[in-house]
C-alpha cells in the first residue's frame, strides 16, 4: 500500500504529468494595480513582470504583436488589416449598420505577419479558447466598442461592464468545463483592455473590473485546484496616462523553474508540461 503510494508520489512529481496546466491570458492585466489591490488569488504563489516586445511604431506594446510573440515563441511584428475596401466601407459608410456589422464580426480578421509561425495552441492535446489569430470570437470586442462611442448616454456604462463581465465569467466556466483529455488548455480574455481605455477616467469602475477578476479567478482556482494555473497578461495599463504600459505579468500556483522573465518563456514551457518534462 506505502509503496504503491509512494509510486503514485513519484510519477506525479517526475514521471507524466498526471496535472494538466491551465494558461489564461488576460489582455492589459495590470501588475501595479494587482499589487495597490492586493489580488492575493490573482497573485498565487509565484507572480512578477514580464518583459513584452514594444511596438516600433507606437512605442508601447501592440496587444496582437505581443499575443503573436506569445503563442509562437519568436518575436513577431503584427499588421491588422481587414482588407482596403472593408475598412472604407467601415470608415465612410456609418449609416448602413447592417452591412457594417457584418463585416465587423463575420468577416475574418486578416494577421499579416502569422503565416509561418507554429503556435502552441495547434500542438496535440492543447485546446485553445477564444485564441487570437484562430477562434477569438469578436461580437463583444465589436459590442463594447459600439457601446463605447455612447458612454455618455445613461445606463450605456453599466452595460458596457455588463458585457465585460459575462464574457469574462463564460470564458471562465469553459475552461472549467473542458473536457479531461485536453492536457494543456489556453483561454484568452480580451475586454479587460478595452474596459481600461473606455473608462480609465471612472478609476472606481475599473478598480471594480478588477476586484471582479479576482473573484472569478478565485472561483476557477478553486474547482481546479489539482491543476497547475498560469496567468499571463501582454502589458498592463497605465490609468493616470490612458496608456498601455510597457511590461507584461505573469502568475502561478506552483514555482516555475526557471522562473519567467519573458513572454516568449511560455512557448517552451508548453512544450517541456507536453513532453512530461519537469517545469517546476
Ligand atoms: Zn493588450
Known amino acids: 500500500m506505502y509503496g504503491q503510494m509512494l509510486e503514485t508520489f513519484i510519477q506525479n512529481q517526475v514521471g507524466e504529468n498526471h496535472i494538466r496546466l491551465i494558461i489564461l491570458g488576460i489582455d492589459a492585466l495590470d501588475i501595479s494595480m494587482v ?35 506569445f503563442l509562437s515563441g519568436n518575436e513577431v511584428e503584427i499588421e491588422f488589416t481587414r482588407g482596403r475596401v472593408i475598412d472604407f466601407i467601415v470608415k465612410y459608410m456609418p449609416k448602413i449598420r447592417l452591412i457594417r456589422r457584418f463585416l465587423q464580426t463575420e468577416f475574418p480578421n486578416r494577421f499579416i505577419g502569422m503565416e509561418k509561425e507554429e503556435l502552441f495552441v495547434d500542438f496535440e492535446g492543447v485546446k485553445g479558447i477564444n485564441v487570437p489569430f484562430r477562434n477569438h470570437e469578436v461580437k463583444n470586442l465589436v459590442e463594447l466598442v459600439r457601446l463605447r462611442n455612447k458612454l455618455s448616454r445613461q445606463g450605456t456604462i453599466r452595460k458596457f461592464v455588463r458585457v465585460h463581465n459575462s464574457r469574462t465569467e463564460e470564458i471562465f466556466n469553459e475552461v472549467i468545463n473542458t473536457s479531461e483529455v485536453h492536457k494543456v488548455i489556453f483561454a484568452f480574455i480580451q475586454s479587460l483592455d478595452t474596459l481600461q481605455h473606455a473608462l480609465f ?24 485546484s489539482e491543476d497547475m494555473i498560469i496567468i499571463v497578461s501582454d502589458h498592463g495599463f497605465d490609468i493616470e496616462k490612458g496608456q498601455h504600459s510597457y511590461t507584461g505579468f505573469y502568475s502561478c500556483n506552483h514555482i516555475l523553474n526557471p522562473k519567467p522573465t519573458h513572454i516568449t518563456d511560455f512557448y517552451g514551457l508548453v512544450n517541456k508540461f507536453l513532453n512530461g518534462e519537469e517545469i517546476t
Not at 477616467?201 to 481546479?224: D, G, P, T, W
Request: proline share 7%; hydrophobic share 35%; aromatic share 10%.
Open 35 to 69: 499589487d495597490k489591490l492586493d489580488l492575493r488569488a490573482l497573485k498565487q504563489l509565484q507572480y512578477g513582470e514580464l518583459n513584452v516586445p514594444l511596438s516600433p511604431v507606437s512605442g508601447y506594446p501592440h496587444s496582437p504583436s505581443v499575443w503573436a510573440t
Open 201 to 224: 477616467l471612472r478609476n472606481s469602475l475599473v478598480l471594480e473590473a478588477y476586484r471582479h477578476m479576482e473573484r472569478c479567478f478565485s472561483y476557477i482556482k478553486e474547482k481546479l
